[in-house]
Each structure stands twice: as structure tokens, then as C-alpha cells.
T-cell receptor, first 112, second 117 residues
Framework: EDKVVQSPLSLVVHEGDTVTLNCSYE??????LLWYKQEKKAPTFLFML????IEKKSGRLSSILDKKELFSILNITATQTGDSAIYLCALSGGTSYGKLTFGQGTILTVHP | DTGVSQNPRHKITKRGQNVTFRCDPISEHNRLYWYRQTLGQGPEFLTY????????KSRLLSDRFSAERPKGSFSTLEIQRTEQGDSAMYLCASSSQNLGVVNTEAFFGQGTRLTVV
């Protein structure tokens, strides 16, 4: 059974801090790892990672995948209150070509 | 709005009643997914369609749940004889999956929040 574990489960920081969110996984046939941000309702897509060691970057957010050690990290620099959200890690792999297996999520709270 | 659209946004129903939710995917997307999310958890896969064909159902999915995508466009998710444990956010997502392309991201709708009382 595919498995995704995120840590920490929650994190409280102040504006301007840098945060690192972790995602470890177990899967028999890896295809991709995705990061989503969920504020109130719909998860919104951030990154999709398929290759080890290649950093994906979008503004203050960046992410990297390590397929040998089976984990990914999501970094957010110079955090803002608008970054407060649940960050979800999801895995595509195994015997299913359709579903994503999600982790529990990390609740990030950024205080002014 | 060209995103994934779900209706209704909220549904309160009495235990034992049937409910039906609708999802309209992004128009050019051939894949449509249903997920369920409870408080403090990530979305849990229920089922997905490639065009009108239902290709996979979670083995956790009770036989009270049924989903259709009759013309390969919108989809409906029906829950029969609802139970309090069915209370959750039901999320729909869509993606474009073409032959030879292994990885594409899924885009989510705003969800339907179901409360069974």
C-alpha cells in the first residue's frame, strides 16, 4: 500500500521566517510527487516532481525530490501571512494510474 | 470561470436520505476524480474516470456510493442511505491524460461539504 507521511503536522512561525516542510513516502512504482496548498476549500497545485535533485521554484516557494531516500521538501522563504494554509503532499504511483495518495498535510500558520 | 465546478457547495441531510453531487471538470480534461476529505486529514481517493469509463474504485468505497460520467463530461456522485460517518468534504478534480504522457497534475474544485444529521 502506498504511503505518504508529512511532518511536522503543524507549524507556527512569524512573517519573514523560512520554513521547511517534509514529505516521506513508500511506493512500489513511483511516477510523481505533487505538492498542493489548501486554504479554505480547493487544494491548489504548486509543484510536480519526477526527477531527483532538480529543484522546482516559484517565487518564494521551492521544492526538491530525493528518490533514493524517498522524500521531498517544500521550502518557503520570507513567509507572509498569506502563506498560512494546509500544505499537502501527494504521490502518484503503485498499480494505479489514476489516483493520488495524499499525506495528512502540514498546517502552517504565519503570524504578523 | 473555467475551473472545476462543484454543486452544491453545502448539503445538510438527514441520516438515511440519498444525496447526489455534481462535478463539471475543466472542459478539455478527459480524467475526472472524486476524493473525500475529513477534518485533519488529506483527501482520500474514491474513484476516477477516463472519459466515460470508470477505471478504478477504492476498495474502501461502500456499495452505497455510486458515481457516473455518462457522456464523458460532468459527473455525479450519489450516496444512498447516508450515515453520519459520510459527513465530509467531497472533492472533485480533473486532469488531461493523453497517451504517452505519464504525469499531469490534477486541478480541484471547491468541494461539496456534506453534513449528515
Amino acid at each position: 500500500e502506498d504511503k505518504v507521511v508529512q511532518s511536522p503536522l503543524s507549524l507556527v512561525v512569524h512573517e519573514g521566517d523560512t520554513v521547511t516542510l517534509n514529505c516521506s513516502y513508500e511506493v512500489t512504482n513511483f511516477r510523481s510527487l505533487l505538492w498542493y496548498k489548501q486554504e479554505k476549500k480547493a487544494p491548489t497545485f504548486l509543484f510536480m516532481l519526477t526527477s531527483s535533485g532538480i529543484e522546482k521554484k516559484s517565487g518564494r516557494l521551492s521544492s526538491i525530490l530525493d528518490k533514493k531516500e524517498l522524500f521531498s521538501i517544500l521550502n518557503i522563504t520570507a513567509t507572509q501571512t498569506g502563506d498560512s494554509a494546509i500544505y499537502l503532499c501527494a504521490l502518484s504511483g503503485g498499480t494505479s494510474y489514476g489516483k493520488l495518495t495524499f499525506g495528512q498535510g502540514t498546517i502552517l500558520t504565519v503570524h504578523p | 470561470d473555467t475551473g472545476v465546478s462543484q454543486n452544491p457547495r453545502h448539503k445538510i441531510t438527514k441520516r438515511g436520505q440519498n444525496v447526489t453531487f455534481r462535478c463539471d471538470p475543466i472542459s478539455e480534461h478527459n480524467r475526472l476524480y472524486w476524493y473525500r476529505q475529513t477534518l485533519g486529514q488529506g483527501p482520500e481517493f474514491l474513484t476516477y474516470f477516463q472519459n466515460e469509463a470508470q477505471l478504478e474504485k477504492s476498495r474502501l468505497l461502500s456499495d452505497r456510493f455510486s458515481a457516473e460520467r455518462p457522456k464523458g463530461s460532468f459527473s455525479t456522485l450519489e450516496i444512498q442511505r447516508t450515515e453520519q460517518g459520510d459527513s465530509a468534504m467531497y472533492l472533485c478534480a480533473s486532469s488531461s491524460q493523453n497517451l504517452g504522457v505519464v504525469n499531469t497534475e490534477a486541478f480541484f474544485g471547491q468541494g461539496t461539504r456534506l453534513t449528515v444529521v
